[in-house]
């Protein structure tokens, strides 16, 4: 791999880093321990864990991209789908809003699709490395709808 290979992929790796930094300032705090969750919910010991792996497929998959693409309309829905990652936390976690988390979860979805659409053309291999993320993406607003539902009180608290 060149230098500038390498250089590009550490950006992508980067960029995926920053968006991972708003769930590490938005954390959850004594306010989600104290939400009712359902069963089903995993521990969270293992957000983390499945989130690293999730963002780094994430940036190998922009970075392959990237390498056969360059800019265009794919490399912006790429970034436009790492800010609403990085707002999820924010709004759920910093304004404790689970209402308007699950509409952005939704919109994150969304992009994670398009950018699945657009990535398959150019490298099936990148597309295929985003299927993860779309099913974590799924069940967590599945987890969001349902926290939603079982805190309806909850909605903005401090």
């Known amino acids: 791999m060149e230098l500038s290979t390498a250089a590009a992929l550490l950006v992508f790796v980067g960029l995926n880093l920053l968006a991972a930094l708003s769930g590490a300032y938005f954390r959850p705090g004594a306010w989600y321990r104290a939400l009712a969750k359902p069963r089903w919910q995993p521990p969270d010991r293992l957000f983390g864990p499945v989130w690293a792996v999730l963002y780094l497929a994430n940036a190998v998959a922009g970075w392959l991209v990237w390498?056969?693409?360059?800019?265009?309309?794919?490399?912006l829905v790429y970034l436009v789908s790492l800010a609403l990652n990085a707002g999820w936390s924010a709004i759920f976690f910093g304004l404790r809003r689970i209402d308007g988390a699950l509409l952005w979860i939704v919109l994150l979805w969304l992009s994670i699709l398009a950018q699945i659409l657009l990535f398959w053309p150019?490298?099936?291999?990148?597309?295929?490395?985003?299927?993860?993320?779309l099913a974590w993406v799924t069940f967590a607003a599945a987890l969001n709808a349902v926290l939603w539902r079982l805190n309806p009180s909850s909605v903005g608290g401090r």
């Open 67 to 75: 390498q056969r693409a360059g800019l265009g309309t794919a490399m």
């Open 122 to 133: 150019v490298s099936k291999l990148a597309a295929v490395l985003l299927l993860p993320y």
